[in-house]
């Protein structure tokens, strides 16, 4: 059985067998330690970007006939979703938080 481990990286989730741990590197350690909120921003949009056109470039190949694995072209593609509605997610809160903080006033 598996296990979805998403506590260290929010766009790219990492699956781990159960009883074992990873530490995947997060996306403020790919800064060499830059806690730079527009970087972690960019990476993570940058990750999710990765993965659809990778998925993209899978589900081409599949329709030329180039490539005979529909599962790990299945895959990719699910890889791909669950880190857009992730991303999507993260930013609705953050949109939330900005407009909580709007309106305080001062």
Do not use: G, M
């Given at each position: 059985m598996t296990a979805i481990n998403t506590s260290?990286?929010?766009y790219t989730p990492s699956v781990v067998q159960s009883g074992?741990?990873?530490?995947?590197?997060?996306?403020?350690e790919q800064n060499n330690g830059?806690?730079?909120f527009?970087?972690?921003?960019?990476?993570?949009v940058g990750g999710v970007e990765q993965l659809h056109?990778?998925?993209?470039q899978q589900v081409t190949q599949?329709?030329?006939g180039?490539?005979?694995?529909?599962?790990s072209v299945m895959i990719a593609v699910e890889k791909a979703d669950v880190a857009f509605q992730l991303m999507m997610q993260v930013r609705n809160k953050i949109v939330n938080a900005y407009q909580e903080v709007s309106k305080m006033q001062f």
């Open positions: 260290a990286s929010f074992t741990t990873a530490t995947p590197a997060t996306s403020l830059d806690s730079d527009e970087s972690v921003l960019k990476n993570a056109s990778s998925a993209q599949l329709a030329q180039d490539r005979q694995d529909i599962h």
